[in-house]
């Protein structure tokens, strides 16, 4: 299987307003007040994505502020300088597409998207969100009220709440541990003022990564750029890494809870994004629980019977990232099922990984990556997400190849790397 290759070539282009580069159909460029846009040109579809990415999120926060981030993004977008939140989501879909806003855990995004013929207007509305937003008081209570009521769905669902926990129990200290939607008691304390306070840390040129996906023209773009987000200040404060590093528990914690279904979460710490191991970890997940071929499904699933829902979660973090080992199953098998979990990962341990197996996994992660970039809202979010996250914002052609070269012996190296002192969450229905 081909996979089509971003970068072709590097050109680079000395402007008296900006620097850039341009690589295939992507073109980077640093505006004179230090934001960074990536264009990426895409004739095929008649549409156009935006993404507006802050190096910000819970990974920024800490047991006092957690939620702060996402509680900012999903009000910014309930009125600006020009718009009420109503009339910015008409004006959106006026020029076929919409705007919305959200804090994650590696970054906050501004997202929109419109009729390629529409991309001017579109990134004036990004623009007027980055730069204008009023934080209006009844929206701000609004917002709080609904996300409380997340919080409060999450904490009853019993697999978000067994994650959640693990999490907890696996990142310790570190910021990594605190939920994305907060904590109920910050964001029940949470004042207008100090989500602007937050905003203007966020909303700097150096902090921001602005790209654009579509049947655009890149230099056009850049001086559209240049002009609508002329006014967004630089410098402050730059943002680092958490000071504290992870502390995972190594224990196993058992929970009873009002549920159908019992779940059984093992989990480790694994490499984030920048790391040498990171492919071969990606490899060792999908080779495990990625399809009905991996050994979760076809071991526990399929020969023991033992799991209603099954699979290993490697989420992409800039720091450590979770390696997550996961099953569902009734009350009377949970014994049976923790077993068979642990049994599979101390086996790839122990005996390693063949190499069919592994050209299986590599071509599940490489099929999962070509089918994840599809759409230009897509594209738009992988380049700032991954030139925020410090890695390039050609990342994932790197990716691809560093996938197609990972061999069993390396699947085998990071299974004993990794794959030790579980940290476990049993989740069990109330009897």
């Given at each position: 299987m081909r996979f089509p290759l971003l970068v072709v070539g590097l050109l680079v282009l000395v402007l008296t307003e900006a620097t850039s580069a341009q690589t295939g159909n992507v073109s980077r460029y640093t505006l004179p007040n230090g934001l960074r846009l990536l264009v990426r040109e895409d004739s095929s579809?008649?549409?156009v994505a935006v993404s507006l990415q802050?190096?910000?999120?819970?990974?920024?926060e800490t047991p006092e502020t957690a939620g702060i981030t996402n509680f900012l993004q999903r009000t910014t977008v309930r009125g600006t300088a020009h718009f009420t939140g109503t009339r910015l989501a008409d004006a959106a879909e006026r020029l076929g597409g919409n705007i919305d806003a959200s804090g994650d855990?590696?970054?906050a995004e501004i997202s929109a998207r419109a009729l390629a013929r529409n991309w001017e207007a579109l990134l004036g509305l990004v623009?007027?969100?980055?730069?204008?937003p009023t934080l209006p008081a009844a929206e701000v209570d609004r917002e709080r009220r609904l996300i409380l009521s997340q919080i409060q769905t999450r904490g009853d669902n019993p697999f978000p709440l067994a994650f959640d926990t693990l999490l907890t129990d696996l990142y310790g200290p570190h910021p990594y541990a605190l939920p994305n939607l907060g904590h109920r008691a910050v964001v029940e304390r949470l004042t207008r003022e100090e989500l602007l306070a937050h905003y203007h840390a966020l909303y700097r040129a150096d902090r921001l990564v602005l790209a654009v996906s579509g049947r655009v023209e890149h230099d056009?773009?850049?001086r559209a750029a240049e002009r609508l987000f002329a006014k967004l200040p630089g410098g402050g404060?730059?943002?680092?890494?958490?000071a504290v590093a992870p502390v995972p528990s190594a224990q196993r914690r058992v929970m009873e809870r009002a549920a159908q279904q019992a779940q059984v979460l093992v989990g480790y710490l694994g490499p984030g994004v920048g790391d040498a191991d990171y492919a071969a970890v990606k490899v060792m997940s999908a080779l495990l629980g990625g399809g009905m071929s991996g050994r979760f499904f076809t071991e526990l699933r399929d020969v023991q019977g033992l799991a209603y829902s099954l699979g290993v979660m490697n989420p992409a973090r800039i720091g450590p990232a979770p390696i997550v080992a996961y099953l569902g199953t009734v009350r009377a098998s949970a014994a049976a099922a923790e077993a068979g979990v642990i049994q599979q990962l101390e086996r790839i341990r122990t005996e390693g990984a063949t190499d069919d197996?592994?050209?299986?996994?590599?071509a599940y992660q490489l099929g999962v990556l070509a089918m994840d970039r599809r759409t230009n809202a897509r594209h738009a979010w992988y380049l700032a997400f991954y030139e925020q996250a410090g890695v390039g914002w050609d990342f994932p052609d790197r990716y691809a190849r560093a996938l197609a070269a990972v061999t069993a012996a390396d699947v085998t190296a990071v299974a004993r790397r990794y794959l030790v002192r579980p940290t476990s969450v049993i989740l069990l229905p109330r009897e």
């Open positions: 579809a008649g549409v802050s190096r910000a999120g819970s990974r920024f855990i590696d970054f623009a007027e969100v980055a730069l204008t056009r773009v850049r404060t730059p943002s680092t890494d958490p197996e592994v050209a299986r996994a590599r």
